[in-house]
């Protein structure tokens, strides 16, 4: 099944996501300004789009594999998730773990966005939980 993603470009500089090769899983987004990013710092990049996303999904905005590998740059909050309701332009953001400035210029790709469905749940407060062979065991709780 195929469902719509309606973008709205907020800027004359924006490129509609993209998926770079069929079967894809992220759609590609692009820078709409050039920004540095120096050593250890955190930058909100904007995209230029707002999006529509169909009903009973999400966008999370995920890393690209090429940035971090090469360069040390990656989504600071990955995978950030954009709402169903959220209208405003789409910003990622993007932390510099090199040593050197890191530079984006205007359509560059800078992170992919990928659209999953979400599920909602009733909250339900409960004095206890059923047992399970894990139980509480958390933190490194399988070994080395």
């Given at each position: 099944m195929v469902l719509e993603l309606k973008v709205r470009l907020v800027n004359n500089e924006a490129i509609l996501p993209r998926y770079a090769h069929e079967g894809d899983a992220g759609l590609d987004l692009f820078a709409v300004e050039r920004q540095e990013i120096m050593p250890g710092e955190v930058a909100r990049i904007r995209t230029g789009i707002a999006i529509e996303l169909p009903e009973n999904t999400e966008a999370q905005i995920r890393p690209r594999s090429g940035l971090a590998y090469?360069?040390?740059?990656?989504?600071?909050?990955?995978?950030?998730?954009?709402?169903?309701?959220?209208?405003?332009?789409?910003?990622?953001?993007?932390?510099?773990?090199?040593?050197?400035?890191?530079?984006?210029?205007?359509?560059?790709?800078?992170?992919?966005?990928?659209?999953?469905?979400?599920?909602?749940?009733?909250?339900?407060?409960?004095?206890?939980?059923?047992?399970?062979?894990?139980?509480?065991?958390?933190?490194?709780?399988?070994?080395?």
């Open positions: 090469k360069h040390r740059v990656t989504v600071l909050n990955t995978p950030g998730t954009v709402d169903c309701g959220y209208r405003g332009e789409i910003e990622v953001i993007l932390i510099n773990h090199s040593d050197k400035v890191f530079t984006i210029n205007a359509g560059d790709r800078i992170a992919q966005m990928v659209i999953k469905p979400v599920l909602t749940v009733n909250v339900k407060e409960v004095t206890t939980l059923s047992a399970t062979n894990r139980g509480k065991n958390g933190f490194g709780s399988t070994g080395n």
